[in-house]
C-alpha cells in the first residue's frame, strides 16, 4: 500500500520561506515521478513541480521558476519542495503526489498520477 505523507505546511509572511516533505512508503519508487501539486480556495488543483526519482530532473509551473526548488532524499524516500519569497498568491493546499508511469509530456497533469497524500496547508499573509 502506497502513503504519501505531507507535512511542513504553515502560516508565513509575504516573503518568508517554507520546506514542505512528503514521505513515501510501500513501494520502490525508483521508477516514479514525484510531483507537487496545489489547490487555492475556489480554485482547481494545478501543478507546481514534479522530480524524476531517479535521475533527478525536475519540473517546474512558471508561476514558482525561480522560487521554489523540489528535491529528494533517496535514503529518506523523502522529496522536498523549497518555497522561498513567498507570495499570498501561493496560499494553497499542497499536495504530494506519485507517478508510476511517467511520461515527460504529461507530468503536469494531476491525471496521471496514480497516488496522493492528504494535502498540507500553506498560507501566505501579506
Known amino acids: 500500500q502506497v502513503q504519501l505523507v505531507e507535512s511542513g505546511g504553515g502560516l508565513v509572511q509575504a516573503g518568508g520561506s517554507l520546506r514542505l516533505s512528503c514521505a513515501a512508503s510501500g513501494r520502490t519508487f525508483s521508477s516514479y515521478v514525484m510531483g507537487w501539486f496545489r489547490q487555492a480556495p475556489g480554485k482547481e488543483r494545478e501543478f507546481v513541480a514534479a522530480?524524476?526519482?531517479?535521475?533527478?530532473?525536475?519540473y517546474y509551473s512558471d508561476s514558482v521558476k525561480g522560487r521554489f526548488t523540489i528535491s529528494r532524499d533517496n535514503a529518506k524516500n523523502t522529496v522536498y519542495l523549497q518555497m522561498n519569497s513567498l507570495k499570498p498568491e501561493d496560499t494553497a493546499a499542497y499536495y504530494c503526489?506519485?507517478?508510476?508511469?511517467?511520461?515527460?509530456?504529461?507530468?503536469?497533469?494531476?491525471?496521471?498520477?496514480?497516488?496522493w497524500g492528504q494535502g498540507t496547508q500553506v498560507t501566505v499573509s501579506s
Open positions: 503526489a506519485a507517478d508510476r508511469s511517467p511520461v515527460s509530456s504529461v507530468v503536469r497533469d494531476q491525471r496521471y498520477y496514480d497516488y
Open positions: 522530480i524524476r526519482w531517479t535521475g533527478g530532473f525536475t
